[in-house]
């Protein structure tokens, strides 16, 4: 059997792949002239109005609901064993640290990994890539490198959108559904969100960024001539992206918990 | 560049290139050197391996065997999404390869922004006088609001915009319609005097070969046949 087509020899490959392109789309764009920069820039700024300002509504909207649920939920058991005053603790572990980075992560994938991957495949099949190859542009530097700073700045500041919304979903929760007096809410919030808590959430925003936006840009520059490839590229961005994001959030968890 | 220091070696040379796709062959045994100034039409059916020798010419395709030169030396590494030479190929092919999302205009002005440090106003007054050139009005239109022929005129443009040695063109009888064949030779005949411009032109029609070439070779079954015209 040819070792390739085995699953997890497969995937091994295209993660050594992935961590190669965005190491040298990097080094690349770094040594490059001003002009190539001058471009560059150009579709960074663009990437990041699709990625981070148009899904700002979206993630606003998931982050209120999910702070309210969590904070609903809390509050309908915490109080049974006398630990209401945990409900700050709860938001901070379960939605600044964990669901927030995973589900603007989940967002980013649906909305910019699967469009940035059909883009780059179609530019494949339309020749744009050979086009730029044969021209002297490097496809690393021109296309792969802006789109990943595009989307690490962009999830990033969807992160700090989300948090703020589903915090703000939680106060709502708690003093307008539960009636609970609003001191009682940003009390217990001012007592357990520390700082490691937000230094968590934001290195997992631009790690998922990195990831994401890596993982997309691979699998399109990776289709060959057909474009019934394209949508296959998509599918695979999403199932790689997805298992990459989780198995480095439980990464970046088990090193905060250490510390 | 001046006339008189155009080299007298081939700008461009493969020997020996195989080529085999899901285990057909394609291309066997080429060998094909290109000179300055040379114009070569490469004719063949329409599975004939032309696409792909062009694409082996340009860099942007390892053949199974053999070598490529450029400039006399030889191209050791391949990269699929990295340069393939350190200076530009004009490369135009069938699909033309123009970026959707720019104009025209910006589609010619992005080599010159990005390889020639160019400012853009400048930039994108040398792409619409180029496009003058060969009869192209409105270059503020995206690629699809042009015809096949204009996508065509303006993918030649933008491969000719760095003024490279070489100009590899995949079916050049869309640009070479009765309204612009005269411009289009006219634009090449200058750049081939000016700077030693090489054109391989890659077509299926007799016709269209002996416009663009003086130098005619056949594709079949995967090898060269070749004879002066």
Known sequence: ?259 | MSSSSIPAEPILEVRHVSMVFDGRRILHDINLSIMPRERVALVGGFDSGKSVLLRILAGLMKPATGDLYLGGDRVSSYDPWGVPWSRPVGYVSQNHGLRSNMTASENISLPLIYLNQMNEAEALSTARTFLARLGIEGGDRRPSELSPGERGLVALCRALILEPAILLFDEPTVVLDVDHAERVMGVLEEMRNRIGLAIVGACTSESVAKIIGSRIIWLKNGGLEENGA
Not at chain 1, 176 to 202: C, N, W
Request: hydrophobic content about 55%.
């Open chain 1, 1 to 259: 059997m040819n070792r390739a087509s085995l699953p997890l020899y497969s995937s091994i490959l295209d993660g050594i792949g992935v961590a190669r392109l965005a190491f040298r789309s990097f080094r690349e764009a770094f040594t490059a002239t001003s002009g190539a920069r001058f471009c560059i820039q150009r579709i960074w700024v663009q990437q990041m109005k699709f990625t981070g300002v148009d899904a700002c509504h979206i993630v606003v909207m998931a982050g209120f609901l999910i702070g309210a649920i969590v904070a609903l939920q809390s509050l309908s058991i915490l109080p049974q064993v006398g630990a209401a005053g945990m409900l700050g603790k709860l938001m901070a572990m379960v939605v600044i640290r964990e669901l927030g980075p995973i589900l603007v992560a989940f967002i980013v994938i649906g909305r910019s990994g699967t469009a940035m991957s059909v883009e780059i495949g179609t530019m494949v099949v339309g020749g744009e890539v050979a086009a730029l190859r044969s021209l002297g542009i490097s496809p690393r530097a021109y296309i792969v490198f802006p789109r990943i700073v595009g989307v690490v700045l962009a999830s990033f500041i969807l992160l700090v959108y989300f948090d703020m919304a589903s915090l703000f979903g939680g106060y709502v929760a708690s003093s307008m559904l539960i009636k609970q007096h609003p001191d009682f809410y940003l009390r217990s919030l001012g007592e357990h969100i520390h700082l490691i808590d937000i230094v968590a959430t934001i290195l997992k925003g631009f790690l998922f960024g990195l990831i994401i936006s890596s993982i997309a840009c691979y699998f399109g520059l990776r289709v060959q001539r057909s474009i019934t490839e394209v949508p296959q590229a998509a599918m695979r961005t999403v199932v790689a992206a997805i298992l990459a994001c989780l198995a480095c959030d439980l990464l970046v968890s088990f090193s905060y918990i250490r510390i």
